[in-house]
């Protein structure tokens, strides 16, 4: 998926798009995706002014992001994936210049919510993994 397809699908969009690309896709399997770290990204601007470190939280919903689109098909604008617990660990600092490779797999999907396993590697360096369980609702809008 390029990033006109992604953005059709997540419901996030600029600045909090966090997903640019996706590499591979096994529908409710498996995602590998891209996220381009920027020195122009407006959270740069004070985290921190002098040295700049992208935010573990944008890590965590770049991962979440892909997870969306791991189970989100384009035709379900009645489902809402909320993010409901995160136990994440961080390794390494991320910076402008860098390449985010997530990684997310499933552990469990029930009809009411979906349990992955979510890494983040910047070349071969793991910079962060964890877990991430969101709750699957209706929309509002349904």
């Known amino acids: 998926m390029n990033f006109q397809e992604v953005s059709s699908v997540l419901p996030q969009k600029f600045p909090l798009q966090m997903v640019d690309k996706v590499l591979e896709l096994l529908p409710e399997k498996k995602i590998i995706s ?35 689109l791991l189970f989100k098909k384009k035709e379900q604008e009645d489902k809402l994936f909320l993010l409901y617990s995160t136990k994440m660990t961080f390794k390494s600092v991320v910076v402008p210049g860098d390449q985010l490779k997530m990684i997310v797999e499933s552990k469990k999907v029930t009809a009411l919510g ?18 991430l369980i969101f709750s699957i609702k209706e929309s509002l809008n349904a």
């Open 34 to 68: 891209i996220k381009n770290i920027t020195g122009n990204e407006m959270v740069f601007l004070g985290h921190f002014p002098n040295q700049a470190i992208f935010p573990g939280v944008y890590i965590t919903e770049a991962l979440a992001q892909s997870a969306i």
């Open 114 to 131: 979906v349990i992955v396993e979510a890494v983040a590697y910047v070349e071969d360096r793991i910079v962060a993994k964890g877990e």
